[in-house]
C-alpha cells in the first residue's frame, strides 16, 4: 500500500521569499493533516480537512500561511513571505474519519516530511 | 483539549522492559489514548491506541487505570532501534481525529 507522499523532501530558501509543499496522501483517507514541527519540538497542527473543506486552522498563520485541497484529494501548502521562524519540517499525515471502516482506531499515517531551512 | 505530561527523556537498556507514563489529569470522557513513535528524519507512527483497562499489540502495551488520569506505555525487551521520540496523544477521536502533540519522551537503548 502506497503511503503518504511529500514533495519537496528538502528546500532551502531566502527570507521573503515563497514556497509550496505538497502533499498526496493514501487512497481513500478523508481527512488531511499539515503539521509543523520545528527542531526539539513535537509537531503542531497548522491546517486540517476533511474531505476538501476546512475543520481547523487555528494555529495557521493566516498572514503568511495558506492550504488547499482541491478536490479533496491532494493539498498544497504556502509560506509567502517566508520568516527565519518557517525553519521546520513540514508533515503531511492522512487519516480515514473516526467511524469510516471498521476497526479504525483513526490512525494518522504521516509522509516523510518536507525539510525547510529560511536563510 | 486534554494537556498531557510525559518525562522529557528515559534511558534504558537493550532487553529491558520500558514504561513511560503519560499524565492528562483533564482527559474527558470521549477521550481517546493514542501512542505515537517518531524516529529523526521520520514522520511519526501510530503505536497503539486504548481507551480504558488494557490494550496490548504486537509491538506494546498500553496500561490504563480506572479513572483514566494517566496511562503507561510499555515496551517489552527494547532494543537499540527502539531509540525514538514517543508521544502521547489524548483526544475525542469523533471531532475529526484532532490530535495535540507534545514534547514527548526521548527514549534512549544502549547496549
Known amino acids: 500500500e502506497a503511503g503518504v507522499a511529500q514533495s519537496p523532501r528538502y528546500k532551502i530558501i531566502e527570507k521573503r521569499q515563497s514556497v509550496a509543499f505538497w502533499c498526496n496522501p493514501i487512497?481513500?483517507?478523508?481527512?488531511l493533516y499539515w503539521y509543523q514541527q520545528i527542531l526539539g519540538q513535537g509537531p503542531k497542527l497548522l491546517i486540517q480537512?476533511?474531505?476538501?473543506?476546512?475543520v481547523d486552522d487555528s494555529q495557521l498563520p493566516k498572514d503568511r500561511f495558506s492550504a488547499e485541497r482541491l478536490k479533496g484529494v491532494d493539498s498544497t501548502l504556502k509560506i509567502q513571505p517566508a520568516k527565519l521562524e518557517d525553519s521546520a519540517v513540514y508533515l503531511c499525515?492522512?487519516?480515514?474519519?473516526w467511524g469510516q471502516g471498521l476497526m479504525n482506531t483513526g490512525e494518522l499515517f504521516f509522509g516523510e516530511g518536507s525539510r525547510l531551512t529560511v536563510l | 483539549l486534554a494537556k498531557t505530561t510525559q518525562p522529557i527523556s528515559m534511558d534504558s537498556y537493550e532487553g529491558q522492559e520500558v514504561n513511560i507514563t503519560c499524565s492528562h489529569n483533564?482527559?474527558?470522557?470521549?477521550?481517546?489514548i493514542t501512542w505515537y513513535q517518531q524516529f529523526p528524519s521520520q514522520g511519526p507512527r501510530f503505536i497503539i491506541q486504548?481507551?480504558?483497562t488494557k490494550v496490548t499489540n504486537e509491538v506494546a502495551s498500553l496500561f490504563i487505570p480506572a479513572d483514566r488520569k494517566s496511562s503507561t506505555l510499555s515496551l517489552p525487551r527494547v532494543s537499540l532501534s527502539d531509540t525514538a521520540v514517543y508521544y502521547c496523544?489524548?483526544?475525542?477521536?469523533?471531532?475529526?481525529?484532532?490530535?495535540?502533540f507534545g514534547t514527548g519522551t526521548q527514549l534512549k537503548v544502549e547496549l
Open positions: 499525515a492522512s487519516s480515514f474519519t
Open positions: 487512497s481513500g483517507h478523508a481527512t
Open positions: 480537512f476533511q474531505n476538501n473543506g476546512v
Open positions: 483533564n482527559i474527558a470522557t470521549n477521550d481517546y
Open positions: 486504548g481507551y480504558k
Open positions: 496523544l489524548v483526544g475525542d477521536m469523533r471531532g475529526g481525529n484532532k490530535l495535540t
